[in-house]
Structures are given as structure tokens and as C-alpha cells.
């Protein structure tokens, strides 16, 4: 697919023709990477280089004030590319988006943060634990702080911490017994008891390198507690859509690598290709009315957020642009894989590594359950009861 038609600004633009000279070069360790459970170095590391990490970033801090709508395009082409990738770096592209629009910091350190960033700083926020589950559901996190004369002393152990070894920073949730309340701590990567458990070894986004975050009576400025639990959450996050935006693009992925074998594969039993074959061109028609779908819609949910005067609340176009996008991408890569028949099992062919990353996606938030409940709730009102 050609995406000429529907990018329309300078940034996404600029991103979509910088992407595309270094497409060839981030897909060449996909491979190895997946199989390795290694981090796509060399791809971050361009994309740091490049300032792709300031994306995000206002322009009054001096980064490149991209809108949600514009990160949702550029990071669906990058997930195209390499899904590990975009979906590492989409946590740092969210986690500034969230911070800066909102202003969740003290001015001073978001200030601090954005000199930290142009000097090659990542981010990410460090809040699933193995005991409480997803963090979406509420639950209160076992990690600890403790409060000294001098700030806080933090105990615990964080699961699911994508880009873990390339992070400089993480946003770490733990509960002060104190003042009984969650807070949040910056905790740079080279503070004293701070240790990566190397322990990642899933079956889908082997790339990320989500390995659990150790906390060993690690100590933290009183300047480093940031935000609280209750001050997070209180109006949609549209910066969340990079979850969705990259699943669109291993979708699409997917989409592409069935439509050139459809077009190239010629086994002797038919005259032609297996493109020619009516019961093949259903299926790659179903496939590219899914993919059509699902890329409009979430697409169209991020516009919004450009162009919505802040009187509309999208909680619901939001968390139903990640489901509807899971399940029908999920889709169009079972097709794609009928399509291309057995061979797409083959472990040299990267349709069973797309079906294996898009399955991950599942597990990302907004939890399924929980976004037709709380779509289901709007509907029908019980918020208002609550």
C-alpha cells in the first residue's frame, strides 16, 4: 500500500522518507533478533541519532511538537518495518507525549527532562508487577518507598519493562506507606541498586527485551518523586495509540509479504500464480478490507485529538481503536498465513514472527475486558451513577 494518499503533514512527511532509507537496513537482524531475544540496537540507536526521540517533545522544549495524529502515522510505517523497534521506542514517544501535554511534572523537571532527552535520554514507565497483574486494573503495587531525611529509599520488582536495557530513565510506581497514596519516581538507569533480572523469554516481541526492573534499596531525590497515582488517568491518553499504531503496521506487514507471494508463487498443478486463483483474491480481499478498516479507524480517532476542542471526551474511541485493531489485525495475518499455506510456518519466512508479536499486542493495554466494560458503562450511563 501506498501511503501517499493519507499522509498530509511535513512532519509525518519527513519521518515516512527517513524511515524509508533505513527500511532494509532495520529488517536486516529481525530475524536474528527475534530468535536471539535481542534489542534492536542499531535501530534506536539511529533513531536517538536522528531525533527521532524528540518527536514527540513541544516545540517549546525543543523538540519537534508532532501531534498524536502525526505519531500515530509515522509509528504505524515504522511497525511496518520492525515491530519490536516501534514498539520500544512508541513507550518513549508516549510516556513524553502524555508528560509534556498534560505538564504531570513540576515545570523544573520537565525542563531538566527535555535537556536530558536532547542528550540521548529514554523513557519509559516501569509499573507492571508479577503479583498485582496489569497496572490498568488498579491494583496497589508491592514496590515500596520509604521516605528519608534526604528522599526516598524504593524496594521491588517491575515485570514487562520494554527497551529495559536501553532506557536511560525509568518512571517507577510505588506505594508510600506514609501518606498511603502511589507515587511515581525518575529513576536514572545507573543509580545504585538499580538492576536488569535478563529473564525476557516470550513468545512474541522477543525483541523488546522486557526484562524484569530489580529495586534494591534504591535511593531517589525528594525532586524525583513526580506524580501521584491520582492525578494520572483523569482524561483520555491519546498518546496510548502508539500500542495500536504499531500493531497496524505488523499487520500491514503481513498484508504485503502474502500479496508479493501471491503474485510470485506458481506451483505446476495451476497455469499462472495462485493470485489468479478466485479463492485466493477472496481472501486477499477480505484481508485488505480489514486492514482498511482498522487503519481508518484508528487513524481517524487520532485526527480527533488534533481537532477536537477538548469538550469531547474519546475514552471510548480510543480504547476501542486498540481491540478493534488487535482482533482484525490478528485476522489479516491468519489470512495472509492461508494464503502462503504451510510455508508461512517456516521459520526463515517472517509471517510466523508477525502472528507472534501481533498475539503479544493482546496483552498491552487497554485490556480487552476492561475497554468493552468501561465502553459499556459510558453507553449506558453507569458512570454518572459511580
Do not use: C
Amino acid at each position: 500500500m501506498s501511503y501517499s494518499a493519507l499522509i498530509h503533514s511535513d512532519i509525518q512527511k519527513k519521518w515516512i522518507k527517513k524511515l524509508d532509507t533505513v527500511k532494509e537496513q532495520f529488517k536486516e537482524k529481525s530475524d536474528y533478533n527475534d530468535i536471539h531475544s535481542r534489542f534492536p540496537y542499531e535501530n534506536i540507536e539511529w533513531l536517538v541519532n536522528e531525533g527521532y526521540t524528540l518527536l514527540t517533545l513541544p516545540k517549546a522544549y525543543g523538540g519537534e511538537g508532532a501531534t498524536i495524529e502525526d505519531m500515530v502515522i509515522i509509528q504505524s510505517y515504522l511497525g511496518m518495518i520492525d515491530g519490536p523497534t516501534a514498539l520500544s521506542i512508541g513507550w518513549h514517544l508516549s510516556v513524553v507525549g502524555q508528560l509534556y501535554e498534560q505538564q504531570m511534572w513540576e515545570p523544573s523537571m520537565l525542563k531538566m527532562f527535555s535537556d536530558e532527552m536532547k542528550n540521548g535520554a529514554l523513557v519509559n514507565r516501569a509499573i507492571s508487577e508479577a503479583e498485582t497483574g496489569s497496572p490498568t486494573r488498579g491494583a496497589r503495587p508491592s514496590t515500596n518507598a520509604v521516605e528519608v531525611d534526604d528522599g526516598f529509599v524504593i524496594n521491588g520488582v517491575k515485570t514487562f519493562t520494554s527497551m529495559s536495557k536501553g532506557l536511560t530513565h525509568f518512571i517507577v510506581s510505588a506505594y508510600d506507606n506514609a501518606r498511603e497514596q502511589v507515587g511515581y519516581f525518575l529513576i536514572p538507569k545507573e543509580t545504585e541498586g538499580v538492576e536488569i533480572a535478563d529473564n525476557w523469554n516470550m513468545m512474541g516481541m522477543r525483541a523488546t527485551e522486557s526484562h524484569d526492573l530489580v529495586l534494591n534499596d534504591v535511593h531517589v531525590s525528594k525532586e524525583n518523586f513526580v506524580e501521584l497515582r491520582s492525578a494520572v488517568g483523569k482524561k483520555p491518553n491519546g498518546w496510548i495509540l502508539h500500542i495500536p499504531s504499531v500493531y497496524l503496521g505488523i499487520a500491514q506487514a503481513a498484508r504485503d509479504y502474502a500479496i508479493d507471494f501471491a503474485k510470485a508463487h506458481s506451483p505446476s498443478s495451476i497455469e499462472g500464480t495462485i493470485g489468479d486463483l478466485s479463492t485466493v483474491q477472496q481472501n486477499i480481499g477480505k484481508m485488505e478490507s480489514l486492514l482498511l478498516s482498522a487503519r481508518h479507524f484508528l487513524w481517524s480517532t487520532a485526527a480527533l485529538y488534533t481537532t477536537n476542542d477538548g469538550d469531547t471526551q474519546l475514552w471510548n474511541e480510543t480504547a476501542a481503536s486498540k481491540i478493534l485493531v488487535m482482533n482484525q489485525g490478528l485476522e489479516v495475518i491468519d489470512i495472509a498465513m492461508r494464503i502462503v499455506g504451510a510455508k508461512s510456518l517456516e521459520m526463515d519466512r517472517p509471517l510466523q514472527r508477525y502472528y507472534r508479536d501481533m498475539r503479544a499486542g493482546l496483552h498491552n493495554p487497554p485490556m480487552e475486558d476492561m475497554a468493552y466494560t468501561n465502553i459499556a458503562s459510558s453507553v449506558l450511563g453507569l458512570f454518572d451513577k459511580k
